[in-house]
């Protein structure tokens, strides 16, 4: 499910350098409901956290190490795994904090244009959760969600809490390989598709035939992408106030 077109000259007027919070309305009929939503903004930390993303079902692994402010929310994380993946923040995004058992589930912490109506009482918003309130000690675990359709799964875990170096930038990506399979290429199954096209792009011409024409279709609409190219020190980091307002649905 993609989010609505996007509206940022509006919202910034709107969201000024000092807004903390902004105020929705939305109705459902004759009912409507006010959602309060914390906008963003640079906390003071003194330490980061270290953790590790593995994106599921991927063999050999794709994955990214992370260093983020221990101020982090968990909608500034997903702006930087969106980033540190090379997504576009397209599409709705979730995290899940699993229980002990195989279906358990302590918390679902849902993102901000999710339309409020359909969501369970006891749903979160990654706007309103710090990080800490649930990844707090080393191991401690989360399932980042991204794309209802595609239906991506990270797994995260906490691996350190390291004191924040001077002179350091964060979030910084500090590890990772393989390329992230590409925005809209059809989940697990298509992205493997992907890797196919590209592994055979340079001999296609080679093999004709109608069977073909699926094939070369994903070839021209993969582009350059390489799934086999990664580089942690070409990962720029958008800030996640600027990356909110920008998401803002103003309709």
């Not at 992370?66 to 599409?91: C, G, K, R």
């Not at 991204?146 to 875990?157: A, F, I, L, T």
């Not at 699926?214 to 990664?230: A, H, S």
Request: proline share 8%; glycine share 4%; net charge negative.
């Amino acid at each position: 499910m993609s989010k609505k077109p996007k509206k940022p000259d509006q919202a910034k007027e709107i969201i000024s350098p000092s807004t903390q919070t902004i105020k929705i309305e939305h109705k459902f009929g004759k009912e409507s409901f006010i959602q309060k939503l914390t906008v963003p903004r640079r906390r003071r930390f003194a330490n980061v956290y270290q953790l590790k993303c593995t994106l599921m079902d991927t063999k050999p692994p794709v994955w990214r190490r992370i260093l983020v402010p221990e101020s982090y929310t968990f909608y500034d994380f997903h702006v930087a795994l969106q980033d540190a993946m090379n997504w576009l923040d397209y599409h709705l995004h979730c995290f899940r904090i699993p229980g002990i058992g195989t279906f358990e589930e302590i918390a679902h912490i849902e993102c901000p244009w999710w339309d409020p109506w359909d969501m369970d009482n006891d749903w979160l918003t990654t706007t309103e959760v710090p990080l800490k309130d649930y990844l707090s000690k080393p191991s401690d675990k989360a399932i980042y969600c991204y794309d209802y359709g595609d239906s991506w799964e990270m797994s995260v875990k906490l691996e350190k809490i390291l004191p924040k170096t001077k002179n350091t930038k964060y979030p910084v990506c500090v590890g990772g390989k393989l390329a992230a399979p590409p925005e809209d290429c059809g989940s697990i199954p298509g992205y493997y598709q992907c890797i196919e096209a590209f592994e055979v792009a340079d001999k296609f011409e080679e093999q004709p035939g109608e069977n073909n024409l699926d094939l070369k279709e994903r070839i021209i609409w993969i582009g350059d992408w390489n799934p086999y190219m990664f580089d942690p020190e070409k990962i720029l980091f958008e800030s996640p106030r600027e990356r909110f307002i920008m998401a803002l649905d103003l309709e």
